[in-house]
Nanobody
């Protein structure tokens, strides 16, 4: 299974982006999906997660209020809408898949051992 992120780029402060995570095959019946991000010089942190089988979602403090996670199971894709972008949102954004909700919903990757699948990440750069 491969996860491919897209939708990143350069955006001005206050703007919006919608990131996509597309899987190479349908896994949403068994796998949960999480979005993580890693800013320069910082640890990889969890942002949000979803169980695509029933739409249950969770947001870490870093993602509350401005981030919306959703899925389109027919397209094997999970989205992360980010509004009111700030320079502190500059990071590489990764999606991950695992059968365990606790892993994809981790607040930090230090809490996770052996995530089943990671994407290669997509860069989001927010200019002042």
């Amino acid at each position: 299974v491969q996860l491919v992120e897209s939708g990143g780029g350069l955006v001005r402060h206050g703007g919006s982006l919608k990131l996509s995570c597309t899987t190479s095959e349908f896994i949403f019946d068994k796998y949960k999906i999480g979005w993580f991000r890693q800013a320069p010089g910082k640890e990889r942190e969890g942002v949000s997660c979803i169980d695509p089988s029933d739409g249950w979602t969770k947001y870490q403090d870093s993602g509350k209020g401005r981030f919306t996670i959703s899925s389109d199971n027919a397209k094997n894709t999970v989205y992360l809408q980010i509004n009111t972008l700030d320079v502190e949102d500059t990071a590489v954004y990764y999606c991950a898949a695992d059968r365990l909700l606790s892993k994809v919903c981790a607040s930090n990757v230090r809490e996770v051992t052996g995530m089943d699948y990671w994407g290669e990440g997509v860069l989001v750069t927010v200019s002042p």
